[in-house]
């Protein structure tokens, strides 16, 4: 619970539960053991999120081990309703699932919604924004430009 | 059971291919065309970079000794690396980086998909995120080749003089010796010509909506994988490792 509620230091308002990247929790003798996924490969946060969860599962009062697995890798399909909901109250648009994103060939893109007024008359701005996992879109219903979460 | 020395000269392959090409992309940061571009190629050279880390911790683990990811990218010099030659070429223009990244990304994409039923599971399961990433990778470069092929004559000339500049490196990707044949054999690498004829089926199809003419891979340079490269790599390792060579053990 503890571990899950920290929050992704890149989009604070999503915490790491949301996001679907804790894969398991182990409680022994020895303390608490916490599997953790990263998200991209390279992705700057991955070492902050792990000493996040490491400092608030131990400031709880508890031995703690983070431990990085990489199988399965991680999809943004792991994101919770919930973090779904959070994302787009923030301005974000939620990742398409992957069902929709596979099999269309390289050069397809999805459908995206935009999170103000659900419209999909969209269009992409840039494929990268300012985090690794997003892209640059605009609406063309409410003309605002916003983020989308990419599918993964 | 794989020979460790087959499967660090394996990483170090790999890793290096990732570290070099992606430090390249990085060159751009701040100097690209446009905004958009500026926050594309060091996103991709991230992703490479990304890579690489991997393969180097994976070679330090197996090496032992006390080695980290760092030893590797800091503290070999340029014969000790086993890139491929393309890697290490200087950036050009953006079509050159940009034609040059989609031919690495249509490589890497059926490398890693067929990476996924790897033997070696740690392999195996990066190549879960990096079969992801490289499609990306391939739709971005691929969707500029299409645009600068097929478009002004200005832009399908820089294209072109691309292609020329590059095609002779792009041979030395598919190259196979005597380790990779051995990994091979024992389910850590896969078989090569499926991974290959995706490549040039993903070209073919690019190429044809640019409106270029058909690729073909030709015999060309190579030498990159046996530690033989060219100038511009001292010169680029200079400026990478400059500041743990000056400062040692250095850290943010």
Redesign the interface.
Known sequence: MIAEAVPDPELVVVTVGDLGIVRDIRTGVAGVEIDVT?T?????ATLAIELAIETAVAAAGHEVRVRRV?????TTDWITAQGREKLKAAGIAPPVPRSQQDDGG??VRPEVACPRCESVDTVE??????T?CKA?YRCRSCHEPFDYF?C? | MTDRDDLTALLLQIGDDHLVLGHRLSEWCGHAPM??ED??LP??S??????A??CYSYAAEIEGGGRTEDYYAFFRDGTEFRHVIMAERPNGDFAHTILRQFFFAAYMNPFWRAMTESVD??L???A???V??T??H???S??WVIRLGDGTEESACRMATALDDLAPYIGEMFETDETASRLIMAGVLPDPAPVRAAFED?VAQTFAMATMPPFEMTAGISGGRSGRHTEVLGHLLAEMQQMQRAYPGLKW
């Open positions: 990263p991209y490969s390279a992705c700057p990489l199988e399965p890798a991680w390289y050069f701005l840039a494929p990268f924004g300012a690794a640059q990419k993964l | 905004l958009e926050l594309a996103n991709m991230l992703d490479l970079i990304g890579t880390r991997m599971r740690q195996a399961a990066h879960g995120k990096a992801k990433e499609a990306y391939i739709r971005h691929g969707e993903t």
